[in-house]
Each structure stands twice: as C-alpha cells, then as structure tokens.
C-alpha cells in the first residue's frame, strides 16, 4: 500500500515569493494534516482538512492557507515568505474515525515532507 | 507552559541499557496519546499508541497517569537501531507535539 506522498520534496524560494505544496494521503484516509518543523524544534500544526473543510488551525498567520480537493489530497501554499518560514513541512493523514466521523485523534502517518528554504 | 514537555535530553546510553522518557500534558481534556520515533531528516513514525492501562510492544512500554498528565515510554535492551528522537504526542482537538528527546545508543 502507498504511504503519504509529498511534492516537491526540495525548494528554494527567495524573500516575498509564494509557494504551493503537495500531499496526497494514504488510500482511505479523509483527514489531511500540515506541520511545519523548523530546524532543531519540534513539530509545530498548522492546519487539519477532512472532507474538503478546514477543521483546525494551528497558530499561524493568514498566508499561510491551504485547501483539500475531491480526492482527498492537499495543497499547503504560503505567501509572502519570509526567511523563517524556511523549514521542512510534513504532511500526515489519518483514517475517519469508526463512526465514519473524522477524529482528531487517529494515528497518523507522515510523508516525507518538503524542505523548503527561503532565501 | 508548552502544551507538551519531553525531557530534553539528549540522552547517550550503551548498547542493552534501559531507558526511560517522560511526558507532561497541559490539556487535561486530550484524549488520545501516542509516542512516534524521528529519525535525522526523515519523518516521524508510529512508535505505539498509550492506553490508559499502560501497554508493552516488544522491548517498549508506555504508561499514561491521567492524574498526573503523565506518559512515559520504557525502552529495554537498547540497539544501536533505536537511537533516534522521540515525540510524545498528545491529541484534544488535533495532535500536539513535544519537542522530542534524543537518544543515541553506543556500542
């Protein structure tokens, strides 16, 4: 069975740019999740789509957005970067839950994520 | 106070040492723990889940003490293969991480 798929899996953006990240989550999994982890610090959340809506948001601000399609897959896109914002970004997805519901609390599996580097 | 505090390490134990990593949580309302392994540049994987009875899988073990808001992960035998950082996660409305301890098994 395919895992959790990420794209592209470097990138280099300058100052001000905007990028879009890929996910595509494991087969049967509705729940898409976004972290960003900065060199040397823990797993940070960002955002949490199931069925196409935004569940939760983690704290960070507005250009960071992002949206989940028919299929289930993710975009992450950032706008106007800024030097700190370079870090790796892992996707994670999830199974609904027994009652077919989307539970936060379902194991999760990561891809192997974006690292992206803003100059 | 973080969300979720992990000893932070790191720590560097011989090969067939016993090793012990510690959790707090802050949300008295989570309700679903788990402890993943990260490995240098890769992502994190389900290491176990934590039930509130405490469960054991091979050499690991984790406990969850709801009063204290407490978790732990027990790891006997040390291999050189399991030295790695180690999340504790804890999930309410989404999954938070601690910043993860490092261990580093030596021959």
């Known amino acids: 069975e395919a895992g959790v798929t990420q794209s592209p899996t470097h990138l280099i953006k300058t100052r001000g740019q905007q990028v879009t990240l890929r996910c595509s989550p494991i087969s049967g999994h509705t729940s898409v999740y976004w972290y960003q982890q900065a060199l040397g610090l823990g797993l940070q959340f960002l955002l949490w789509?199931?069925?196409?809506?935004?569940?939760n948001r983690g704290n960070f601000p507005p250009r960071f957005s992002g949206r989940q399609f028919p299929n289930y897959s993710s975009e992450l896109n950032v706008n106007a970067l800024e030097l700190e914002d370079s870090a790796l970004y892992l996707c994670a997805s999830s199974q609904p839950g027994t009652s077919g519901r989307a539970m936060s609390y379902n194991e999760q599996f990561f891809g192997p994520g974006t690292r992206l580097t803003v100059l | 106070r973080k969300e979720v505090e992990q000893d932070p390490g790191p720590f560097n134990v011989p090969e067939g040492a016993t090793v012990a990593f510690n959790c707090t949580y802050s949300n008295s309302a989570s309700q679903s723990f788990f402890w993943y392994r990260q490995d240098c540049r890769k992502e994190p994987k389900l290491l176990m889940s934590?039930?509130?009875s405490g469960n054991e899988d091979g050499r690991f073990t984790a406990q969850l003490n709801r009063a204290s808001q407490y978790i732990s992960l027990l790891i006997r035998d040390s291999k050189l293969s399991d030295s790695a950082t180690y999340l504790c996660?804890?999930?309410?409305?989404?999954?938070?991480f601690g910043a993860g301890t490092r261990l580093t098994v030596k021959p």
């Open positions: 934590v039930y509130s």
């Open positions: 789509y199931d069925e196409g809506e935004e569940r």
């Open positions: 996660v804890v999930s309410h409305n989404d999954m938070r």
